[in-house]
């Protein structure tokens, strides 16, 4: 059953939704594997099920869905499967330029896009030109992208500024917008499926106070019912951040 972000329920406190959901997705390759085909099949219906659930996320009230596509470590995988993932999010950039005018949808890359082909960079400067200008439900697609990385390449950020004197002593929040999630504000909820139980690098300056789910569903498998699952988990954690609940 979905969670609508409903008057009465919000009054009640019964539907209480995440602002922001983000996602590791994980097991295409063992998906492909159980079904005697190439890994390059999971990546296709992985890549599926994100716009299934991209859609669903938005058509509930989510308002931002972060998800883990491509990482830095990523890299020492065959050639032939980077290629592949590679060609399949063109394939998906091409097509949001299509429909985030008509859907009035943001789309923002993570990561460093400095090692990608000129294709997709010019895709990814396109997407962000059109995100521009709408509101509303934005979809974040971590391609290239590494926590370590990102905190590092912040700090080399604030460091340079502050030589400049651009900037003097910093805190957390004037730090954050060194980040490639600079404006995004953090996931309260980050959903690993597969059957791994760590983060694998994922946001690690972000997901500081996030509520964990890990499931054992592989992501080409992951559903909208999925997604119910874990608002349900989602709204029965008491979130103190450090507090006490008074």
């Not at 429909?99 to 993570?110: G, N, S, Y």
């Not at 992208?145 to 400049?164: F, H, S, T």
Request: hydrophobic share 40%; net charge negative.
């Amino acid at each position: 059953m979905a969670i609508f972000r409903t008057k009465k329920a919000e009054e009640t406190g019964e539907a209480r939704l995440p602002r922001h959901i983000a996602i590791i997705l994980d097991g295409n390759g063992r998906w492909a594997k159980k079904r005697g085909l190439p890994r390059t099949a999971g990546h296709a219906a992985g890549a599926e099920t994100f716009r299934r659930i991209a859609t669903y996320c938005k058509d509930i009230g989510i308002e931002y869905l972060t998800v883990y596509a491509f990482s830095t470590e990523n890299w020492k995988r065959p050639r032939e499967e980077i290629d592949a993932i590679m060609n399949l999010l063109g394939k998906y950039l091409r097509e949001s330029v299509e429909t985030m005018e008509r859907d009035h949808i943001r789309l923002k890359i993570l990561g460093d896009p400095a090692v990608l082909s000129e294709e997709l960079r010019d895709l990814i400067d396109e997407t962000a030109d059109i995100s521009t200008r709408y509101e509303g439900f934005q979809a974040n697609v971590c391609l290239n992208y590494g926590g370590r990385d990102e905190i590092v390449r912040a700090a080399m950020r604030y460091a340079e500024d502050y030589k400049a004197g651009k900037v003097g002593k910093i805190d957390e929040a004037a730090f954050s917008n060194y980040m490639f999630s600079a404006g995004i504000p953090d996931p309260d909820l980050v959903i690993r499926p597969g059957g791994e139980l760590r983060l694998s690098n994922f946001l690690m300056w972000e997901s500081a106070y996030s509520e964990l789910i890990f499931t054992d569903v592989l992501w080409p498998d992951f559903t909208p019912a999925d997604i119910d699952a874990a608002l349900e988990e989602y709204r029965r954690r008491d979130r103190r951040f450090g507090g006490i609940k008074k």
